[in-house]
């Protein structure tokens, strides 16, 4: 924001009409990128915690599932602003990647989690 007001100032001279105008972009910038975002987040994160995650242990399973959410948000963005077309591959790549994290994670839970002992530190009484 500050890059946008000091190069828009340069060039016109600074004003308080300049700033007010750069941080009431910015602001409804914010409220609608975090709208779109934060409701395609929300969607996910139930999809995965709810019905993919309790149903496919398989780890090709899961990075599908997460690869086709992305692709899903990707798309829809897409929709919207026609264009970006290459909104669609980079929602694939992040739901690719953010499956392969929840999963490492996941089965790490899922390992301290059968641990025998009562303390699932690691640690042993000696």
Known sequence: MVFVFVSAGIKQGLSIEMLQSVVKGFVLFWVAGSFFIGLQSMV???IMEFMVR???RFR???LVASCL???ASGSIVDMIFDSLPFVT???TITGLLTG???YHKDMQTS???RMPSADKTG???D
């Open 111 to 113: 390992a301290v989690n």
């Open 60 to 62: 090709n399973a899961y």
């Open 69 to 71: 959410l992305g692709t």
């Open 89 to 91: 591959l980079l929602g």
């Open 54 to 56: 309790p149903k496919f």
């Open 100 to 102: 392969l994290i929840l």
């Open 44 to 46: 996910y994160t139930i």
């Open 123 to 125: 640690a042993t009484d």
